[in-house]
Nanobody
Framework: VQLQASGGGLVQAGGSLRLSCAAS????????TGWFRQAPGKEREGISC????????YYTDSVKGRFAISRDSAKNTVYLQMNSLKPEDTAVYYC??????????????????WGQGTLVTVSS
């Protein structure tokens, strides 16, 4: 299942944004979603994930306490609420179906390809 991120934009430092992640095209059941980001000149990094069955979540240290992942099963959409944004959060954000547990998340989409990302720019 390929997932598409949306909801990015320009925000001042200290502000908030909520990103959305939904499946595109023909959908099949999937069981977890991870959020990733890639800043200019840097490698893509996994920042958060949610395991639908267990409810387990994972956050990388740099976003703990500021970002929150959630899911609306009726809308088949996963959200990433981002608060207290910092300029270093500026990146293209992606979502993908990856394995997820409290210790970590997979690094590559199960589908084998990345969907459309959404740009988040945090100004100082």
């Amino acid at each position: 299942v390929q997932l598409q991120a949306s909801g990015g934009g320009l925000v001042q430092a200290g502000g908030s944004l909520r990103l959305s992640c939904a499946a595109s095209g023909v959908t099949m059941n999937y069981y977890s979603t991870g959020w990733f980001r890639q800043a200019p000149g840097k490698e893509r990094e996994g920042i958060s994930c949610l395991n639908f069955a267990s409810g387990a979540t994972y956050y990388t240290d740099s976003v703990k306490g500021r970002f929150a992942i959630s899911r609306d099963s009726a809308k088949n959409t996963v959200y990433l609420q981002m608060n207290s944004l910092k300029p270093e959060d500026t990146a293209v954000y992606y979502c993908a179906e990856v394995p997820c547990d409290p210790q970590g998340m997979g690094a590559m989409p199960r589908s084998g390809s990345w969907g459309q990302g959404t740009l988040v720019t945090v100004s100082s």
